[in-house]
């Protein structure tokens, strides 16, 4: 079971993944993307999930939180499973 299979905190207001469409570098987050948006959607229907791909750009996670606070983590190069732990460990699930 997905760790994102639940209601997530309503700090959250939005969660953006950067990655490139092609590049080896970003397959673990492309994986992550496929594997877990849906869930992800189903559990929080209303909460934005942006996914920018771009040629060449490192895999990054950013969430902006109330008040403003964005925080972000570097998943470039990561296999899927570690992707999934570190998104976790930003949003605290």
């Known amino acids: 079971m997905s760790a994102f299979a639940k209601v997530l905190s309503p700090a959250i207001r939005e969660i953006r993944i950067l990655c490139s469409q092609t590049g080896t570098a970003s397959e673990g987050t492309r994986q992550f993307i496929k594997s877990t948006y849906s869930v992800l959607k189903q559990h929080n229907p209303?909460?934005?999930?942006?996914?920018?791909?771009?040629?060449?750009?490192?895999?990054?996670?950013?969430?902006?939180?109330?008040?403003?606070?964005?925080?972000?983590?570097?998943?470039?190069?990561?296999?899927?499973?570690?992707?999934?732990?570190k998104v976790a460990q930003l949003l605290s699930v």
Do not use: Y
């Not at 996914?51 to 899927?80: C, M, Y």
């Open 46 to 85: 209303d909460l934005p999930v942006m996914i920018r791909e771009a040629q060449g750009t490192p895999a990054r996670v950013f969430a902006r939180f109330e008040k403003g606070v964005e925080k972000h983590v570097e998943v470039d190069n990561l296999p899927s499973k570690d992707v999934e732990s």
